[in-house]
């Protein structure tokens, strides 16, 4: 109760946001009325880095209030949580209390995350379920799961070298089917199929092609610098 009231808190009432949730919810909005989502911020400046799909996913949560729109994805972040731990008792064959106390050691990055309504918690279910999925041999689903991911956060894609490694062409193939799905039928549908470019090309012009650039590149052409460009820092966004 009081993780969630802070998080309320910092997304709808505090006088500065502390809360990378309206960076979504602004992303969202450019959807919905047809503006280039890469040039989302929200009031403390914070751009808009992550896939297409994930800024149209959260346009019912822009048309909510905002506080209850942030306590939802608080409830949602808590459920994500909850369900990592019973993968981890159920997979990991641990007791209660041993999968208990692993939660409590991460406990601040943890609670961080959810008070500052990340994503990261989602994307963690997501790219745990998808372990244990594969090591149970359910390939097709397992990749799936990560697609879904990666449609959230880009940096679970790595994982896909680990299918390739061990031959596991199913996993590849949910991956790839997910990823067009999700990927391409879900921002045409909003964007169409002009906008749908026009949003790759800005993601790579502004995201991914600076990232594969040296930092002092980074530091001189582009203007996410600070907030998630510069290799220097230990955190960047929030």
């Known amino acids: 109760i009081i993780v969630s009231g802070f998080t309320v808190y910092r997304a709808a009432f505090n006088d500065i946001e502390r809360t990378d949730f309206t960076v979504y919810t602004e992303a969202a909005r450019h959807a919905l009325v047809g503006i280039d989502i890469y040039t989302a911020e929200n009031s403390r400046g914070w751009r808009y880095v992550y896939p297409p799909t994930f800024a149209i996913i959260m346009?019912?949560?822009?048309?909510?209030?905002?506080?209850?729109?942030?306590?939802?994805?608080?409830?949602?972040?808590?459920?994500?949580?909850?369900?990592?731990?019973?993968?981890?008792?159920?997979?990991?064959h641990v007791k209660p209390i041993q999968a208990q106390a692993a939660i409590f050691v991460f406990s601040t990055p943890i609670i961080g995350g959810i008070m500052r309504g990340q994503v990261s918690i989602l994307v963690s279910l997501l790219v745990i379920t998808s372990v244990f999925l594969f090591s149970n041999k359910k390939s097709i689903l397992s990749g799936a799961l990560l697609a879904c991911a990666t449609m959230l956060k880009v940096y679970p894609v790595a994982m896909l070298g680990y299918f390739i490694i061990y031959k596991d062409w199913k996993s590849v193939y949910g991956f790839a089917l997910t990823i067009v799905a999700l990927g391409l039928l879900i921002p045409v549908s909003a964007l169409g199929i002009q906008g749908t470019i026009d949003s790759y090309q800005s993601w790579i012009n502004i995201i991914a092609h600076p990232i594969a650039q040296s930092n002092d590149y980074r530091m001189q052409h582009s203007d996410l610098y600070s907030q998630l460009l510069d290799s220097a820092k230990p955190r960047n966004q929030s």
Do not use: E
């Open 59 to 92: 346009i019912p949560f822009y048309l909510m209030p905002l506080w209850a729109a942030s306590l939802t994805w608080c409830a949602i972040s808590f459920i994500c949580l909850w369900l990592i731990y019973k993968n981890c008792i159920s997979f990991l």
